[in-house]
């Protein structure tokens, strides 16, 4: 996990090597700073690319290759913030890494990709800012002539202004990133997916694509026929998955306003053709996939999600899925054979309708699924969410529990556990999960013998402020006693985010927070709604509403 590793081939100088890549092939040389080691030599380390949401389609926020950041490394003043990226908006997707790009004219650099609201990607040199990286490697703006980005729609959940909100994914073979982008003219609003060429940021052949949607239904978004996708009334605010060469798109709403619906959109990721459309309320009301994560995928292609608000039908079909099709608040498995979309099997708690009906959804946070090393041989393949109504769910991916108005047919709940409600996603790493619910702590629960532990094990001192923290974990491996837990303070209100690292055995240990420093020296910028540490090749990033702050050892 934490994308296709680059390994060391052989020394050509003291401050470069050639790297070669797994999914790319061949080796190629590459500048790399040098770096304090940490007893270990972590200028001998692998590097990992960082390719998509929270690192892979399990969304697991995992990052194991990381040697130099270490609990005795990660401590004032060694470790603080090294500098700042600036854009011209705010960055509200996770920062993507890749290792080793040959840039045209540039020779070759570890690459930070950032997208921000303004509708701008840029390719940042991910080591330094200084001389001939001062500025950015390539920078693409995606507006049409004559538009600029989306104003926030009468919602605050973006502002002041709507671009790229969701992350972006890129396919290494290809060397293409994957980002959806929001404007608007005089006339219209519009949504388009852009296919770029990660080394200059050109568009590829076919890009971008103006997103338009049909689904057969006779919901509050149809015209009595079809379910219409109408893109003033949708963002993309899920991170974009890419498996079984698609890529799959998932539709938030502004606010609860307007006649929206749970559209799933999949583009084949070589033509960029449309491939399969899937309204998850096509006959009712709302079920908007907000999923402040992304859409997930297992290794047999199945895509998951989880709805918002929305219709539906208690009334069961023979074969126990509601009447109607309509999967408000529900857990989703979609399955992609033959490229299309379908639901092949959901869980919705026995109080779903109550949910949606007071607004306690069950898609205010995430998903994410779980190792089979995690699961018992009852139950091998797990996921894990959680949302408004302070529950986590644990539910088997291959028998969800459908719908039981008795009961919940799942394989473990925690009724209560996150008393402050989910507005965000979960973190795992060697048998345990990470959660922040809303001004409480930040919680760990252990994993045994498939079932998690009815109290969390350690949880931090400080609590986080509304939407809670998105945490990240970066190791050496997948069982290192020295694994950290990486989780920002970014709550809008506050005048400066807040950087913190914790003993990812025991959160309870605090390593180091960005106020520690003097001075005020490793204060980055204030803080967003959505900000999801990216820890990779000794570094971390976190966006900011004009940049990324950029910290590591001194």
Not at 435 to 462: C, M
Not at 510 to 533: C, H, M, R, W
Not at 534 to 541: E, F
């Amino acid at each position: 996990m934490g994308g296709p590793p680059f390994v060391r081939c052989s020394t050509v100088g003291a401050t470069a090597f050639a790297l070669w890549s797994v999914s790319l092939g061949g080796c190629r040389k590459a500048y790399v700073p040098p770096l304090q080691a940490d007893g270990g030599g972590c200028s001998e380390r692998a590097l990992s690319a960082v390719l998509t949401f929270h690192n892979d389609n399990a969304r697991t926020g995992q990052y194991l290759t990381e040697s130099c950041l270490t609990p005795n490394s990660v401590r004032t003043p060694g470790f603080g913030l090294l500098f700042v990226l600036a854009t011209d908006g705010k960055v509200d997707a996770q920062p993507l890494f890749m290792p080793s790009v040959l840039i045209p004219g540039k020779d070759v650099h570890d690459v930070l990709f950032v997208a921000t609201e303004h509708d701008t990607v840029y390719a940042f040199d991910a080591d330094n800012n200084v001389g001939p990286n001062a500025d950015p490697l390539w920078q693409t703006s995606l507006l049409g002539p004559n538009e600029s980005p989306s104003d926030p729609r009468h919602c605050d959940s973006i502002t002041p202004e709507i671009g790229v909100a969701g992350t972006g994914v890129i396919d290494p073979s290809t060397n293409t990133l994957y980002v959806v982008a929001m404007s608007k003219s005089d006339t219209a609003y519009v949504q388009r997916l852009h296919a770029l060429d990660i080394t200059t940021g050109g568009e590829r052949p076919g890009s971008p694509v103006v997103i338009q949607a049909t689904y057969p239904g006779t919901g509050l978004s149809s015209d009595g026929v079809n379910d219409i996708f109408d893109p003033s009334l949708y963002k993309q605010r899920a991170g974009l998955l890419l498996a079984n060469g698609q890529v799959y798109t998932a539709w938030g709403s502004h606010c609860d306003q307007g006649n929206y619906s749970g559209f799933v959109i999949a583009y084949d990721a070589a033509s960029l053709q449309q491939s399969a459309v899937i309204d998850l309320v096509p006959n009712g009301w709302a079920g908007s996939i907000w999923m402040t994560g992304g859409l997930a995928a297992d290794t047999a292609g199945n895509v998951f999600a989880v709805t918002g608000n929305g219709s539906f039908e208690t009334a069961l079909d023979d074969a126990g899925f509601p009447s109607a099709g309509d999967y408000g608040d529900t857990f989703v498995r979609l399955s992609a054979a033959d490229g299309g979309l379908a639901v092949a099997d959901y869980f919705a708690p026995s109080d779903t309708v109550d949910l949606s009906t007071y607004d306690i959804e069950l898609g205010s946070g995430g998903i994410m699924l779980l190792p089979d090393s995690a699961g018992s041989a009852a139950h091998r393949h797990l996921m894990v969410g959680a949302g408004k109504d302070t529950n986590i769910y644990l539910l088997d991916r291959d028998l969800m529990g459908r719908f039981n108005p008795a009961r919940n047919d799942i394989v473990q709940q925690l009724d209560g556990a996150l008393d402050g409600g989910v507005w965000a996603v979960p973190a795992y790493y060697n048998g345990a999960i990470y959660y922040s619910d809303v001004d409480q702590p930040l919680k760990r629960f252990a994993l045994d013998a498939g079932l998690l532990s009815l109290t969390p094990t350690s949880q931090t001192a400080i609590s986080f402020a509304y939407p809670g923290s998105f945490p990240s974990v970066s190791a050496d491996g997948r069982a290192s006693p020295d694994a950290i837990l990486w989780a920002v303070e970014s709550n809008v209100d506050l005048p400066d985010a807040v950087l913190h690292a914790y003993l990812a055995a025991d959160v309870s240990q605090e390593l180091y927070n960005s106020e520690q420093a003097p001075d005020g020296i490793d204060e980055f910028g204030a803080g967003n709604k959505f900000v999801t540490p990216t820890v990779a090749d000794g570094k971390v990033y976190v966006a900011t509403p004009s940049g990324v702050g950029v910290f590591g050892l001194r």
